[in-house]
């Protein structure tokens, strides 16, 4: 990587805490009186985070449920406040966080896709250049008309993942998103993430390590809120399955 080239995502001793009270009574008295409960204390769901993205980086992030993995990407994206350490974003992030999320289940598919489109930063009539490119990619054919309160897992996978790949964003955040939906939907996203990260940044969060060695170079490796590993994607993941086996040894 040069030298010269900027991070689109530096993150530096990142952090997020939440308060934890041991009795609800003293929630009640926080909330009633403002006072500050004498058995409050801090649980990190995050903390000590470093590490550098550039363009055309390629980033899996691994660990087990509850390692921080959730927290980490909504920091990224602007959902959460760091508790401490510093984060700088350099560019236009799309993210695939949940599918459903920021769709609203009355609205038709194409409803969905304006909607969501113009809230990842596309003017108007961009949307409506990118409109037919979108519905193809998605391929989900009468139901595009369709509330998306009727669909199954697998279009809401087609509809978002083809908004998110026709945003120009700079860097793109995808969280297990391709765990459901069908096999020759889901190798198309990989062509395409696979293109895009030639480009831009790809943040990829899955428990299939194949899929991680496959398609990042790099992998963060996060335990009970903490870093455990940052390196080079197939030494981290396979450093992962052999501590989750139960395996002894030092990584």
Known sequence: M????????????????????????????????????ETENRFWALRGASFDVFP????????????????????????????????????????????????????SGIENVRLNARILGLSPEQIEDRLADIIAFADIGE???????????????????????????????????????????????MRFLRDFSERGALLFVSHDTTSVTSLCQRALWLEHGSTRMLGDAKTVTEADVVAFAGISGDF
């Open 2 to 37: 040069s030298p010269s080239l900027k991070p689109l995502i530096r993150a530096s001793n990142l952090g997020k805490s939440y308060q934890s009270i041991e009795r609800p009574q003293a929630r009640f008295w926080q909330l009633l009186l403002g006072k500050k409960p």
């Open 56 to 107: 055309g980086d390629t980033l899996g992030i691994v660990g087990r449920n509850g390692a921080g993995k959730s927290t980490l990407l909504q920091l990224l994206c602007g959902t959460l406040e760091p508790s401490e350490g510093e984060l700088s974003i350099h560019g236009r992030i799309a993210a695939l966080l949940e599918l459903g999320a920021g769709f609203n289940p009355e609205f």
């Open 143 to 189: 139901f595009i008309d369709k509330p998306v309160k009727h669909y199954s897992s697998g279009m809401f996978l087609r509809l978002a993942f083809a908004v998110v790949a026709h945003v120009d964003a700079d860097i793109l955040i995808i969280d297990e998103a391709l765990a459901v939906g069908d096999a020759l939907f889901a190798q198309k996203c």
